[in-house]
Protein backbone atom coordinates (compact mmCIF):
# COMPACT_ATOMS: atom_id res chain seq x y z
CA UNK A 1 0.00 0.00 0.00
CA UNK A 2 1.43 3.29 -0.88
CA UNK A 3 1.30 6.27 1.06
CA UNK A 4 -0.91 8.27 -1.83
CA UNK A 5 -3.79 5.19 -1.80
CA UNK A 6 -4.13 5.12 1.57
CA UNK A 7 -6.53 8.10 1.44
CA UNK A 8 -7.77 9.27 -1.80
CA UNK A 9 -9.74 11.73 -2.24
CA UNK A 10 -12.54 12.43 -4.81
CA UNK A 11 -11.04 15.92 -6.39
CA UNK A 12 -13.95 16.00 -8.78
CA UNK A 13 -16.44 16.88 -6.62
CA UNK A 14 -18.49 20.12 -7.45
CA UNK A 15 -17.02 23.24 -6.94
CA UNK A 16 -19.31 25.10 -7.08
CA UNK A 17 -18.57 27.48 -3.91
CA UNK A 18 -15.27 28.71 -5.31
CA UNK A 19 -15.17 32.17 -5.60
CA UNK A 20 -18.47 32.61 -3.79
CA UNK A 21 -17.35 33.55 -0.70
CA UNK A 22 -14.93 36.51 0.61
CA UNK A 23 -13.38 37.76 3.56
CA UNK A 24 -14.78 41.32 3.94
CA UNK A 25 -13.04 42.68 6.96
CA UNK A 26 -9.70 41.75 9.13
CA UNK A 27 -8.70 43.26 12.40
CA UNK A 28 -6.21 42.77 15.46
CA UNK A 29 -5.10 44.16 18.40
CA UNK A 30 -1.24 45.38 18.99
CA UNK A 31 0.55 42.24 19.82
CA UNK A 32 2.01 42.58 23.18
CA UNK A 33 3.66 40.78 25.95
CA UNK A 34 1.79 41.71 29.29
CA UNK A 35 -1.44 42.27 27.40
CA UNK A 36 -3.17 43.76 30.95
CA UNK A 37 -6.58 43.20 29.55
CA UNK A 38 -8.78 40.06 29.50
CA UNK A 39 -9.32 37.55 26.55
CA UNK A 40 -13.05 39.37 26.58
CA UNK A 41 -11.48 42.85 26.09
CA UNK A 42 -8.92 41.78 23.70
CA UNK A 43 -11.47 40.06 21.67
CA UNK A 44 -14.25 43.05 21.30
CA UNK A 45 -11.31 45.42 20.91
CA UNK A 46 -10.35 42.69 17.36
CA UNK A 47 -13.76 42.31 16.09
CA UNK A 48 -14.47 45.74 16.55
CA UNK A 49 -11.61 46.78 14.52
CA UNK A 50 -12.58 43.91 11.72
CA UNK A 51 -15.97 45.43 11.47
CA UNK A 52 -14.80 49.34 11.13
CA UNK A 53 -12.47 47.79 8.37
CA UNK A 54 -15.76 46.03 6.67
CA UNK A 55 -17.58 49.06 7.47
CA UNK A 56 -20.41 46.41 8.67
CA UNK A 57 -22.00 47.04 11.90
CA UNK A 58 -23.63 44.71 15.49
CA UNK A 59 -27.14 44.37 12.93
CA UNK A 60 -24.94 43.07 9.94
CA UNK A 61 -23.28 40.28 11.78
CA UNK A 62 -24.80 36.86 12.70
CA UNK A 63 -22.47 34.37 12.94
CA UNK A 64 -19.86 34.25 15.03
CA UNK A 65 -17.22 31.27 15.68
CA UNK A 66 -14.28 31.15 17.75
CA UNK A 67 -11.53 28.98 18.40
CA UNK A 68 -9.00 27.91 21.79
CA UNK A 69 -7.77 25.73 24.36
CA UNK A 70 -9.31 26.50 26.89
CA UNK A 71 -7.95 30.19 27.26
CA UNK A 72 -10.17 32.25 25.86
CA UNK A 73 -13.82 33.74 26.00
CA UNK A 74 -17.07 32.03 24.83
CA UNK A 75 -18.59 33.87 21.65
CA UNK A 76 -21.79 34.99 23.34
CA UNK A 77 -20.35 37.32 26.02
CA UNK A 78 -18.16 39.08 23.14
CA UNK A 79 -21.45 38.99 20.80
CA UNK A 80 -22.91 40.34 23.94
CA UNK A 81 -21.10 43.44 24.26
CA UNK A 82 -20.89 44.46 21.04
CA UNK A 83 -24.45 44.47 20.56
CA UNK A 84 -24.58 41.42 18.33
CA UNK A 85 -27.42 39.09 17.85
CA UNK A 86 -26.52 35.59 17.03
CA UNK A 87 -28.27 33.20 14.46
CA UNK A 88 -25.24 30.97 15.01
CA UNK A 89 -22.28 30.47 16.81
CA UNK A 90 -20.29 28.11 17.47
CA UNK A 91 -16.65 27.90 20.21
CA UNK A 92 -14.31 25.04 18.62
CA UNK A 93 -11.44 23.56 20.17
CA UNK A 94 -7.65 23.79 18.27
CA UNK A 95 -4.83 25.79 17.91
CA UNK A 96 -3.00 26.16 14.61
CA UNK A 97 -4.99 24.92 11.61
CA UNK A 98 -8.02 26.20 12.84
CA UNK A 99 -8.70 29.46 10.95
CA UNK A 100 -8.69 27.91 7.67
CA UNK A 101 -11.07 25.16 9.09
CA UNK A 102 -13.66 27.73 10.52
CA UNK A 103 -13.45 29.54 7.61
CA UNK A 104 -15.18 26.41 5.86
CA UNK A 105 -17.16 26.15 8.60
CA UNK A 106 -18.56 29.55 7.99
CA UNK A 107 -19.19 29.30 4.16
CA UNK A 108 -20.79 26.19 5.21
CA UNK A 109 -23.39 27.41 7.81
CA UNK A 110 -23.97 30.60 5.19
CA UNK A 111 -24.82 28.51 2.32
CA UNK A 112 -27.42 26.24 4.89
CA UNK A 113 -28.98 29.71 5.48
CA UNK A 114 -28.06 29.32 9.48
CA UNK A 115 -26.70 33.29 9.46
CA UNK A 116 -25.40 35.54 6.85
CA UNK A 117 -22.02 37.04 8.16
CA UNK A 118 -19.78 35.16 10.16
CA UNK A 119 -17.03 37.14 13.10
CA UNK A 120 -14.12 34.76 13.59
CA UNK A 121 -12.17 35.48 16.38
CA UNK A 122 -9.13 34.02 18.40
CA UNK A 123 -8.31 36.25 21.87
CA UNK A 124 -5.16 34.52 23.87
CA UNK A 125 -3.03 35.86 26.32
CA UNK A 126 -0.36 33.42 24.67
CA UNK A 127 2.39 35.12 26.97
CA UNK A 128 0.44 36.55 30.40
CA UNK A 129 -1.71 33.66 31.04
CA UNK A 130 -1.76 30.46 29.08
CA UNK A 131 1.46 30.39 27.45
CA UNK A 132 1.15 28.02 24.27
CA UNK A 133 5.05 26.72 25.13
CA UNK A 134 3.45 24.68 27.78
CA UNK A 135 5.25 26.48 30.51
CA UNK A 136 3.87 27.69 33.75
CA UNK A 137 0.38 26.16 34.60
CA UNK A 138 0.25 24.09 31.28
CA UNK A 139 3.46 21.84 32.84
CA UNK A 140 1.44 21.32 36.05
CA UNK A 141 -2.27 19.60 35.09
CA UNK A 142 -2.73 16.19 35.62
CA UNK A 143 -1.73 13.79 33.13
CA UNK A 144 -4.60 11.28 31.73
CA UNK A 145 -4.91 8.22 30.10
CA UNK A 146 -3.83 8.40 26.16
CA UNK A 147 -1.64 11.35 27.16
CA UNK A 148 0.87 9.68 29.20
CA UNK A 149 2.54 8.00 26.16
CA UNK A 150 4.32 11.58 25.39
CA UNK A 151 3.70 13.98 27.70
CA UNK A 152 5.35 11.43 30.72
CA UNK A 153 8.33 11.24 28.58
CA UNK A 154 8.67 15.21 28.61
CA UNK A 155 7.59 15.05 25.44
CA UNK A 156 4.95 18.06 25.42
CA UNK A 157 5.57 21.41 23.71
CA UNK A 158 5.03 21.56 20.37
CA UNK A 159 8.79 21.72 19.88
CA UNK A 160 9.43 18.54 21.51
CA UNK A 161 6.53 16.75 20.16
CA UNK A 162 7.44 17.69 16.02
CA UNK A 163 11.16 17.42 16.64
CA UNK A 164 11.35 13.26 15.21
CA UNK A 165 9.71 14.84 11.93
CA UNK A 166 12.08 18.01 11.62
CA UNK A 167 15.34 15.52 11.94
CA UNK A 168 13.90 12.30 10.44
CA UNK A 169 13.49 14.98 7.26
CA UNK A 170 17.85 15.99 7.79
CA UNK A 171 18.27 12.17 8.00
CA UNK A 172 16.04 11.51 4.92
CA UNK A 173 16.79 14.60 2.59
CA UNK A 174 20.08 16.18 4.26
CA UNK A 175 18.38 19.30 5.04
CA UNK A 176 21.02 21.51 6.68
CA UNK A 177 20.10 23.68 10.07
CA UNK A 178 21.39 26.52 7.90
CA UNK A 179 18.85 26.05 5.43
CA UNK A 180 15.77 26.00 7.28
CA UNK A 181 17.86 29.01 9.37
CA UNK A 182 16.79 31.60 6.55
CA UNK A 183 13.07 31.02 7.26
CA UNK A 184 13.87 33.30 10.32
CA UNK A 185 16.65 35.54 8.06
CA UNK A 186 13.48 35.82 5.68
CA UNK A 187 10.57 36.68 8.30
CA UNK A 188 12.43 39.22 10.06
CA UNK A 189 13.28 40.85 7.14
CA UNK A 190 9.77 41.52 6.40
CA UNK A 191 9.01 42.37 10.09
CA UNK A 192 11.43 45.10 10.20
CA UNK A 193 8.75 46.69 7.40
CA UNK A 194 5.91 45.81 9.84
CA UNK A 195 5.21 48.51 12.91
CA UNK A 196 2.75 46.28 14.37
CA UNK A 197 5.48 43.16 14.55
CA UNK A 198 6.53 42.02 18.70
CA UNK A 199 10.54 41.53 16.84
CA UNK A 200 11.46 43.65 14.53
CA UNK A 201 14.75 43.24 14.14
CA UNK A 202 16.48 41.71 10.81
CA UNK A 203 18.34 38.30 11.67
CA UNK A 204 21.29 36.27 10.27
CA UNK A 205 21.80 32.95 9.82
CA UNK A 206 24.41 32.76 12.34
CA UNK A 207 22.25 34.45 14.64
CA UNK A 208 19.22 31.60 14.14
CA UNK A 209 22.78 28.61 14.43
CA UNK A 210 24.08 30.56 17.77
CA UNK A 211 21.45 31.11 19.43
CA UNK A 212 20.63 28.16 22.17
CA UNK A 213 19.43 24.91 21.62
CA UNK A 214 15.85 24.43 22.78
CA UNK A 215 14.85 21.02 21.69
CA UNK A 216 17.11 19.78 18.80
CA UNK A 217 16.96 21.02 15.89
CA UNK A 218 15.34 24.15 17.12
CA UNK A 219 17.36 26.77 18.26
CA UNK A 220 15.90 29.96 20.03
CA UNK A 221 15.27 31.60 16.86
CA UNK A 222 13.91 28.52 15.09
CA UNK A 223 10.63 29.33 16.97
CA UNK A 224 7.84 31.71 16.99
CA UNK A 225 7.30 34.09 19.73
CA UNK A 226 4.49 33.83 22.68
CA UNK A 227 2.50 36.78 22.67
CA UNK A 228 -1.03 38.55 24.12
CA UNK A 229 -3.54 39.49 21.02
CA UNK A 230 -7.08 39.25 19.12
CA UNK A 231 -7.41 38.76 15.73
CA UNK A 232 -11.14 38.63 13.53
CA UNK A 233 -11.87 37.54 10.05
CA UNK A 234 -15.48 38.88 8.73
CA UNK A 235 -16.47 36.25 6.03
CA UNK A 236 -19.79 36.71 4.26
CA UNK A 237 -21.07 36.04 0.61
CA UNK A 238 -18.87 37.68 -2.32
CA UNK A 239 -22.13 39.95 -3.32
CA UNK A 240 -22.32 41.40 0.46
CA UNK A 241 -18.72 41.93 0.92
CA UNK A 242 -18.98 43.72 -2.53
CA UNK A 243 -21.25 46.32 -0.85
CA UNK A 244 -18.64 46.38 2.15
CA UNK A 245 -15.69 49.25 2.51
CA UNK A 246 -12.22 47.20 1.13
CA UNK A 247 -12.40 44.94 -1.72
CA UNK A 248 -12.97 41.49 -1.10
CA UNK A 249 -10.39 38.84 -0.66
CA UNK A 250 -12.21 36.19 -2.60
CA UNK A 251 -12.32 32.38 -1.01
CA UNK A 252 -11.23 30.10 -4.13
CA UNK A 253 -11.02 26.66 -1.60
CA UNK A 254 -10.63 25.79 1.91
CA UNK A 255 -9.06 22.74 3.81
CA UNK A 256 -10.04 22.17 7.43
CA UNK A 257 -7.98 20.09 9.47
CA UNK A 258 -7.00 17.57 6.73
CA UNK A 259 -4.94 14.20 8.84
CA UNK A 260 -2.40 11.43 8.01
CA UNK A 261 -3.30 8.49 8.65
CA UNK A 262 -3.48 7.46 12.49
CA UNK A 263 -4.15 10.26 13.53
CA UNK A 264 -4.34 8.83 17.64
CA UNK A 265 -0.47 8.68 16.63
CA UNK A 266 0.38 9.94 12.97
CA UNK A 267 4.32 8.58 13.63
CA UNK A 268 3.04 4.68 13.53
CA UNK A 269 2.43 5.78 9.60
CA UNK A 270 5.54 7.25 7.85
CA UNK A 271 7.31 8.45 6.28
CA UNK A 272 7.43 10.51 9.09
CA UNK A 273 9.01 13.35 6.89
CA UNK A 274 5.68 14.14 5.26
CA UNK A 275 3.39 16.09 7.20
CA UNK A 276 -0.74 16.55 5.88
CA UNK A 277 0.09 19.13 3.39
CA UNK A 278 0.68 15.86 1.14
CA UNK A 279 -3.19 14.91 1.56
CA UNK A 280 -4.42 18.48 1.56
CA UNK A 281 -3.18 19.63 -1.37
CA UNK A 282 -5.32 17.18 -3.39
CA UNK A 283 -8.23 18.92 -1.81
CA UNK A 284 -6.59 22.53 -2.04
CA UNK A 285 -5.06 22.63 -5.40
CA UNK A 286 -8.04 21.12 -7.36
CA UNK A 287 -11.25 23.08 -5.58
CA UNK A 288 -9.25 26.27 -6.65
CA UNK A 289 -8.40 25.29 -9.87
CA UNK A 290 -4.86 26.50 -9.94
CA UNK A 291 -1.55 24.86 -8.60
CA UNK A 292 1.68 26.25 -6.38
CA UNK A 293 2.79 27.92 -9.61
CA UNK A 294 0.22 30.57 -9.65
CA UNK A 295 0.38 31.81 -6.41
CA UNK A 296 1.79 35.07 -5.66
CA UNK A 297 1.95 35.10 -2.14
CA UNK A 298 2.32 32.71 0.67
CA UNK A 299 1.57 31.99 4.23
CA UNK A 300 2.89 28.60 5.54
CA UNK A 301 2.93 28.39 9.19
CA UNK A 302 5.84 29.12 11.32
CA UNK A 303 5.84 28.01 14.73
CA UNK A 304 8.80 26.83 13.69
CA UNK A 305 11.31 27.62 10.71
CA UNK A 306 10.86 23.92 9.78
CA UNK A 307 7.36 24.26 9.64
CA UNK A 308 7.27 26.46 7.00
CA UNK A 309 9.48 24.22 4.94
CA UNK A 310 7.80 20.87 5.55
CA UNK A 311 4.79 22.35 4.13
CA UNK A 312 5.70 24.46 1.28
CA UNK A 313 7.79 21.39 0.32
CA UNK A 314 4.31 18.73 1.18
CA UNK A 315 2.27 21.25 -0.77
CA UNK A 316 4.29 21.04 -3.81
CA UNK A 317 5.88 24.87 -3.90
CA UNK A 318 8.75 21.97 -4.99
CA UNK A 319 10.23 18.74 -5.18
CA UNK A 320 9.64 16.60 -2.20
CA UNK A 321 12.83 17.17 0.07
CA UNK A 322 13.93 20.51 -1.79
CA UNK A 323 12.47 22.21 0.97
CA UNK A 324 16.08 23.51 1.90
CA UNK A 325 16.87 24.47 -0.69
CA UNK A 326 13.19 26.37 -1.69
CA UNK A 327 13.43 28.41 1.78
CA UNK A 328 16.79 29.10 1.10
CA UNK A 329 16.82 29.98 -2.71
CA UNK A 330 15.67 33.72 -1.51
CA UNK A 331 12.21 32.99 -3.50
CA UNK A 332 10.40 33.19 0.09
CA UNK A 333 11.87 36.82 0.80
CA UNK A 334 9.84 39.95 -0.09
CA UNK A 335 11.63 40.74 -3.51
CA UNK A 336 11.84 37.40 -4.50
CA UNK A 337 9.69 35.51 -6.43
CA UNK A 338 6.90 33.91 -3.92
CA UNK A 339 7.12 35.70 -0.42
CA UNK A 340 6.34 34.02 2.36
CA UNK A 341 4.11 35.50 5.19
CA UNK A 342 5.43 39.16 4.46
CA UNK A 343 4.28 39.80 8.13
CA UNK A 344 6.53 38.36 9.60
CA UNK A 345 4.38 35.25 11.01
CA UNK A 346 4.45 33.48 14.35
CA UNK A 347 7.84 33.96 13.95
CA UNK A 348 7.98 37.92 14.66
CA UNK A 349 5.08 39.78 14.59
CA UNK A 350 3.26 37.75 17.11
CA UNK A 351 1.74 34.25 17.87
CA UNK A 352 -2.25 33.99 16.82
CA UNK A 353 -2.58 30.48 16.20
CA UNK A 354 -2.59 31.38 12.36
CA UNK A 355 -4.70 33.68 11.71
CA UNK A 356 -2.40 37.01 11.54
CA UNK A 357 -0.91 35.60 8.18
CA UNK A 358 -4.14 35.43 7.00
CA UNK A 359 -4.70 39.31 7.68
CA UNK A 360 -1.42 39.83 5.73
CA UNK A 361 -2.89 37.83 2.69
CA UNK A 362 -5.99 39.92 2.75
CA UNK A 363 -4.17 43.07 2.79
CA UNK A 364 -1.40 41.53 0.20
CA UNK A 365 -4.64 41.31 -2.21
CA UNK A 366 -6.54 44.74 -1.37
CA UNK A 367 -2.59 46.42 -2.00
CA UNK A 368 -3.06 47.83 1.16
CA UNK A 369 -0.34 45.99 3.90
CA UNK A 370 -0.12 48.11 6.50
CA UNK A 371 3.32 49.36 6.73
CA UNK A 372 5.62 52.47 7.00
CA UNK A 373 5.15 53.68 3.34
CA UNK A 374 3.28 57.19 2.90
CA UNK A 375 -0.48 57.89 2.63
CA UNK A 376 -1.26 59.44 -0.68
CA UNK A 377 -4.14 62.09 -0.97
CA UNK A 378 -6.54 59.59 -1.91
CA UNK A 379 -5.81 57.74 1.24
CA UNK A 380 -4.05 55.27 -0.08
CA UNK A 381 -0.80 53.76 0.70
CA UNK A 382 1.97 55.04 -1.88
CA UNK A 383 4.09 51.41 -1.97
CA UNK A 384 7.51 51.92 -2.63
CA UNK A 385 8.05 48.03 -3.34
CA UNK A 386 11.43 49.19 -1.49
CA UNK A 387 11.88 46.30 0.57
CA UNK A 388 14.79 47.81 1.99
CA UNK A 389 14.85 48.19 6.30
CA UNK A 390 11.59 50.44 7.69
CA UNK A 391 10.52 50.44 4.31
CA UNK A 392 7.68 48.64 1.91
CA UNK A 393 6.41 45.10 2.71
CA UNK A 394 3.30 45.36 -0.09
CA UNK A 395 4.32 42.97 -3.05
CA UNK A 396 3.22 44.09 -6.44
CA UNK A 397 0.34 42.82 -8.42
CA UNK A 398 -1.21 40.21 -6.17
CA UNK A 399 -3.76 38.18 -7.49
CA UNK A 400 -3.73 35.08 -5.60
CA UNK A 401 -2.30 33.73 -1.78
CA UNK A 402 -2.31 30.51 -0.49
CA UNK A 403 -2.37 30.07 3.28
CA UNK A 404 -0.87 26.56 5.20
CA UNK A 405 -2.17 26.14 8.47
CA UNK A 406 -0.59 23.74 10.79
CA UNK A 407 -1.55 21.74 13.64
CA UNK A 408 1.25 19.13 13.72
CA UNK A 409 3.03 17.41 11.17
CA UNK A 410 -0.05 15.01 11.08
CA UNK A 411 -2.77 17.35 10.96
CA UNK A 412 -3.32 20.75 8.39
CA UNK A 413 -5.48 23.10 6.66
CA UNK A 414 -5.21 25.50 3.83
CA UNK A 415 -6.84 28.46 1.78
CA UNK A 416 -6.28 29.79 -1.57
CA UNK A 417 -7.77 33.50 -1.85
CA UNK A 418 -7.71 35.50 -4.82
CA UNK A 419 -8.36 39.31 -6.29
CA UNK A 420 -11.40 39.74 -7.23
CA UNK A 421 -12.34 39.37 -10.64
CA UNK A 422 -14.90 42.08 -11.29
CA UNK B 1 -10.60 3.63 41.56
CA UNK B 2 -8.43 5.76 39.19
CA UNK B 3 -4.52 4.68 39.41
CA UNK B 4 -2.69 7.59 39.96
CA UNK B 5 0.60 7.99 40.32
CA UNK B 6 3.34 10.74 40.84
CA UNK B 7 6.31 10.57 38.56
CA UNK B 8 8.77 13.26 37.51
CA UNK B 9 6.48 15.47 39.42
CA UNK B 10 3.46 15.11 37.37
CA UNK B 11 0.10 13.05 38.12
CA UNK B 12 -0.56 10.27 35.67
CA UNK B 13 -3.18 9.22 36.07
CA UNK B 14 -5.26 5.98 34.95
CA UNK B 15 -9.32 6.10 34.83
CA UNK B 16 -10.78 2.57 35.46
CA UNK B 17 -12.92 2.97 32.37
CA UNK B 18 -9.58 3.48 30.56
CA UNK B 19 -9.25 -0.28 29.84
CA UNK B 20 -6.87 -0.70 27.37
CA UNK B 21 -4.40 1.76 29.04
CA UNK B 22 -4.98 -0.01 32.38
CA UNK B 23 -4.07 -3.43 30.98
CA UNK B 24 -0.78 -2.26 28.64
CA UNK B 25 0.72 0.02 31.95
CA UNK B 26 -0.06 -3.07 34.11
CA UNK B 27 1.46 -5.35 32.03
CA UNK B 28 4.47 -2.77 31.82
CA UNK B 29 4.42 -2.85 35.82
CA UNK B 30 5.21 -7.11 35.89
CA UNK B 31 7.86 -6.04 33.73
CA UNK B 32 5.94 -7.16 30.31
CA UNK B 33 5.98 -5.69 27.22
CA UNK B 34 2.19 -6.55 25.30
CA UNK B 35 1.02 -4.91 22.65
CA UNK B 36 -3.09 -5.33 21.62
CA UNK B 37 -3.41 -8.04 18.44
CA UNK B 38 -6.35 -7.84 16.35
CA UNK B 39 -8.09 -11.21 16.24
CA UNK B 40 -9.21 -10.38 12.51
CA UNK B 41 -6.29 -9.09 11.27
CA UNK B 42 -3.70 -10.66 13.10
CA UNK B 43 -1.35 -7.43 13.25
CA UNK B 44 -0.31 -5.93 16.80
CA UNK B 45 -0.79 -2.45 17.36
CA UNK B 46 0.69 1.05 19.28
CA UNK B 47 -0.25 2.65 21.38
CA UNK B 48 -3.47 1.14 23.12
CA UNK B 49 -6.63 1.43 20.65
CA UNK B 50 -10.12 0.74 21.16
CA UNK B 51 -10.34 -0.84 17.92
CA UNK B 52 -7.77 -2.58 15.08
CA UNK B 53 -7.15 0.84 13.25
CA UNK B 54 -6.63 -1.76 9.76
CA UNK B 55 -9.93 -4.03 9.91
CA UNK B 56 -12.23 -2.18 12.61
CA UNK B 57 -12.50 -5.04 14.54
CA UNK B 58 -13.01 -4.59 18.40
CA UNK B 59 -11.86 -7.95 19.84
CA UNK B 60 -8.00 -8.52 20.08
CA UNK B 61 -5.75 -10.21 22.58
CA UNK B 62 -2.63 -8.89 24.88
CA UNK B 63 0.21 -10.99 23.26
CA UNK B 64 3.55 -10.60 24.90
CA UNK B 65 6.37 -8.93 21.88
CA UNK B 66 10.16 -8.07 22.17
CA UNK B 67 10.80 -5.34 23.24
CA UNK B 68 13.70 -4.58 20.85
CA UNK B 69 14.56 -2.42 18.38
CA UNK B 70 16.48 0.79 16.48
CA UNK B 71 15.36 4.71 17.12
CA UNK B 72 13.64 5.71 14.26
CA UNK B 73 14.11 9.55 14.73
CA UNK B 74 14.06 11.07 18.28
CA UNK B 75 13.61 14.75 20.54
CA UNK B 76 16.71 16.02 22.13
CA UNK B 77 15.36 17.86 25.16
CA UNK B 78 17.60 21.12 26.00
CA UNK B 79 15.25 23.51 27.46
CA UNK B 80 13.25 21.30 29.22
CA UNK B 81 9.24 22.43 29.74
CA UNK B 82 8.28 20.27 33.18
CA UNK B 83 9.82 21.15 35.99
CA UNK B 84 11.62 18.04 36.89
CA UNK B 85 12.86 17.47 33.87
CA UNK B 86 14.93 20.70 34.05
CA UNK B 87 17.93 18.64 36.06
CA UNK B 88 18.02 16.06 33.21
CA UNK B 89 18.69 17.71 30.36
CA UNK B 90 19.65 17.14 27.61
CA UNK B 91 17.56 14.24 27.75
CA UNK B 92 16.11 11.98 24.95
CA UNK B 93 13.06 11.07 23.90
CA UNK B 94 13.17 8.01 21.52
CA UNK B 95 10.61 7.32 18.42
CA UNK B 96 11.94 3.28 18.46
CA UNK B 97 10.68 0.61 15.24
CA UNK B 98 10.27 -2.28 16.94
CA UNK B 99 11.76 -5.18 14.90
CA UNK B 100 8.45 -7.39 15.34
CA UNK B 101 6.06 -5.96 12.34
CA UNK B 102 8.62 -3.49 10.42
CA UNK B 103 7.32 -2.22 7.10
CA UNK B 104 3.94 -3.94 7.95
CA UNK B 105 1.20 -4.14 6.70
CA UNK B 106 2.58 -1.10 4.39
CA UNK B 107 6.13 -0.25 3.81
CA UNK B 108 6.38 3.09 5.95
CA UNK B 109 4.52 1.35 9.42
CA UNK B 110 6.28 0.52 12.14
CA UNK B 111 5.28 0.24 15.32
CA UNK B 112 7.15 3.12 17.06
CA UNK B 113 6.97 2.72 20.67
CA UNK B 114 8.49 5.97 22.48
CA UNK B 115 10.22 6.34 25.38
CA UNK B 116 13.21 7.76 27.08
CA UNK B 117 17.04 6.80 26.91
CA UNK B 118 17.72 5.77 29.90
CA UNK B 119 20.70 3.26 32.04
CA UNK B 120 20.43 -0.53 32.21
CA UNK B 121 18.57 0.69 35.93
CA UNK B 122 16.25 3.04 34.12
CA UNK B 123 17.92 6.29 35.46
CA UNK B 124 18.54 8.85 33.06
CA UNK B 125 21.22 8.69 30.50
CA UNK B 126 24.23 11.60 31.25
CA UNK B 127 25.30 13.33 28.25
CA UNK B 128 28.50 11.48 27.12
CA UNK B 129 25.89 8.72 26.56
CA UNK B 130 23.15 10.96 24.76
CA UNK B 131 25.97 11.94 22.35
CA UNK B 132 26.42 8.30 21.56
CA UNK B 133 22.71 7.96 20.20
CA UNK B 134 21.05 8.94 16.95
CA UNK B 135 19.03 7.52 14.42
CA UNK B 136 19.84 3.72 13.78
CA UNK B 137 21.25 3.10 17.20
CA UNK B 138 20.08 -0.32 18.49
CA UNK B 139 17.88 -0.69 22.10
CA UNK B 140 16.22 -2.66 24.44
CA UNK B 141 12.87 -1.82 26.83
CA UNK B 142 13.53 -1.01 30.79
CA UNK B 143 10.60 -0.84 32.87
CA UNK B 144 10.59 2.00 35.51
CA UNK B 145 8.01 1.96 38.38
CA UNK B 146 5.60 4.50 38.50
CA UNK B 147 3.58 2.94 41.47
CA UNK B 148 1.51 -0.08 41.96
CA UNK B 149 -0.13 -1.67 38.88
CA UNK B 150 1.99 0.78 36.78
CA UNK B 151 5.56 1.07 35.15
CA UNK B 152 6.35 2.98 32.13
CA UNK B 153 8.50 1.34 28.73
CA UNK B 154 11.81 2.99 28.34
CA UNK B 155 14.67 2.82 26.21
CA UNK B 156 18.67 1.51 26.90
CA UNK B 157 21.39 1.24 24.29
CA UNK B 158 21.56 -2.63 23.89
CA UNK B 159 24.56 -4.12 24.92
CA UNK B 160 24.12 -6.97 23.22
CA UNK B 161 23.26 -5.95 19.11
CA UNK B 162 25.56 -4.89 16.85
CA UNK B 163 25.64 -1.15 16.91
CA UNK B 164 25.75 1.36 13.59
CA UNK B 165 29.25 2.68 13.21
CA UNK B 166 28.03 6.00 13.28
CA UNK B 167 24.13 6.24 14.52
CA UNK B 168 22.72 9.36 12.64
CA UNK B 169 22.90 12.84 15.21
CA UNK B 170 21.83 16.52 14.61
CA UNK B 171 25.50 17.97 13.29
CA UNK B 172 25.55 20.72 16.01
CA UNK B 173 26.44 18.99 19.49
Redesign the interface.
Known amino acids: ?3 DS ?1 TEFDADSPKFLRGKYAIAGVGETTYRRGSEESTRNLATWAIKNAMADSGLGAGDIDGMLSYSGNDSVHAPWVAGDLGIRLNFYMDVHGGGSSIEALIGIAIGVIEAGMCKTVAIYRAMNGYSQVRI ?3 GAR ?1 AV ?5 Q ?10 AG ?2 F ?3 F ?2 H ?2 DYGT ?2 EQVAHVKVAHSKHASNNPKAYYKQRMTVEDV ?1 NS ?6 LHLLDCCVETDNATCIIVTSLDRARDCKQAPAVIQSVVGRCCK ?2 S ?2 H ?6 STVAGHYARKILWPNAGVGPEDIDVTGSYDAFTFTTMLQLEDYGFCKKGDGGDYVSSGVIELGGARPNNTSGGHLCEGYTHGMNMVIENVRQIRGEVDDSCPIGPDGKRQHTHDYSEGGCRQVKDVELTANLGWAMPGTGSAMVMAKDAR | MPIVGDYMGMALTIEDVDKENRAFFDYCAKGEFRLQKGKASGLLRYPPTTACPWTTDRDYDWVPVEGKGAVHSYAEVHHAIQPAFKGHTPYMMLLVDLDTQKGQPSEHEALRVAGNLVMADGSFAPPDVVRTVGIGTRVRMVFVDVTEGFALPHWTIDETAEQPAAPWRYPQE
Open positions: MSLVGGTSPIVGDIHHRAYGWQSQMAPTLRMYTPIRIICKPPRDMYQHGPI
